[in-house]
């Protein structure tokens, strides 16, 4: 999962910007790892309800689009921390929810060491596989996603879709991303989204655990912050799959993925 070479990190240590991740003024930095549909915006918004917490949610993303949705060059994870940081100062902490990749975290890590911690979000599978369909079908017209690599797993898996168009393979692109788990045990502690919701106990070690202990938050702050309404729910009616959608989810998720929910406390689909 390594991405920045020694050599790189070294670089990167020279240059003025990172050198100023580490002054008295900047905060502690942090990056909430997830691929979405998992309550990633109510969690941006719950803490940036605290005030010495300042999230974004993949605000890089939209700094890589112009109005005409043309793709720019991306920032990598060092970049756009280090924006982060000169753009809160006299915050304890700053950080991102699921705008930083997880390839890059090894490397921040090495490179910031205790300035900087992450941590996984994840969700129920097969609810967040709905909602992230739902979100696809908003978005579809647009083919903002590349899919391309999944011709790869369609032939290794030998699928077969009905269409084998963009959105048959948008389906079987959203099924991969369940078996994100697999790497995210590698970048840091996981919680469900389904406990940060709910449990103030829960919240609290969350949020102890990405600031490094430096952000220690009052029980009132807590129940607030769990009385923030839920943002931006994808899934509008509910979603039956089809009989080639279920052969996708049993052929491409893998055994160790869901060994891994289960692990977390998620039973498996009945259909399997």
């Known amino acids: 999962m390594?991405?920045?070479?020694?050599?790189?990190?070294?670089?990167?240590?020279?240059?003025?910007?990172?050198?100023?991740?580490?002054?008295?003024?900047?905060?502690?930095?942090?990056?909430?790892?997830?691929?979405?549909?998992?309550?990633?915006?109510?969690?941006?918004?719950?803490?940036?309800?605290?005030?010495?917490?300042?999230?974004?949610?993949?605000?890089?993303?939209?700094?890589?689009?112009?109005?005409?949705?043309?793709?720019?060059?991306?920032?990598?994870?060092?970049?756009?921390?280090?924006?982060?940081?000169?753009?809160?100062?006299?915050?304890?902490?700053?950080?991102?929810?699921?705008?930083?990749?997880?390839?890059?975290?090894?490397?921040?890590?090495?490179?910031?060491?205790?300035?900087?911690?992450?941590?996984?979000?994840?969700?129920?599978?097969?609810p967040r596989l709905k909602s992230t369909l739902s979100l696809f079908q908003r978005f579809e017209k647009r083919q903002m996603y590349n899919v391309d690599y999944v011709d790869d797993i369609i032939k290794n898996n030998n699928l077969t879709l009905p269409h084998n168009d963009y959105g048959d393979k948008l389906f079987v692109h959203g099924v991969n991303m369940l078996n994100s788990i697999v790497e995210e045990t590698n970048v840091g502690k996981i919680y469900r989204s389904e406990d940060l919701t709910t449990n103030k106990s829960t919240l609290f070690e969350f949020i102890e655990e990405i600031t490094r202990g430096k952000i220690k938050t009052e029980p009132e702050l807590l129940s607030n912050m769990l009385k923030i309404d839920r943002i931006n729910k994808h899934v509008q009616n509910e979603i039956q799959f089809e009989d080639w959608q279920i052969d996708v989810i049993k052929s491409v998720v893998s055994d160790k993925a869901w060994e891994l929910y289960s692990k977390c406390g998620y039973d498996k689909p009945s259909f399997l």
């Open 2 to 126: 390594e991405k920045y070479s020694d050599e790189f990190l070294k670089s990167l240590a020279k240059e003025p910007e990172i050198r100023r991740l580490y002054s008295k003024l900047s905060p502690q930095l942090f990056a909430v790892i997830s691929w979405g549909s998992a309550a990633t915006k109510w969690l941006s918004k719950a803490l940036n309800s605290h005030p010495e917490i300042f999230c974004f949610h993949s605000m890089n993303l939209f700094l890589t689009f112009d109005k005409d949705h043309r793709k720019f060059p991306e920032n990598n994870g060092l970049e756009y921390l280090s924006m982060i940081a000169r753009g809160t100062v006299g915050y304890k902490a700053a950080g991102d929810v699921h705008g930083i990749s997880p390839y890059d975290i090894p490397g921040i890590r090495q490179l910031l060491g205790d300035k900087f911690n992450a941590a996984v979000v994840i969700r129920e599978p097969i």
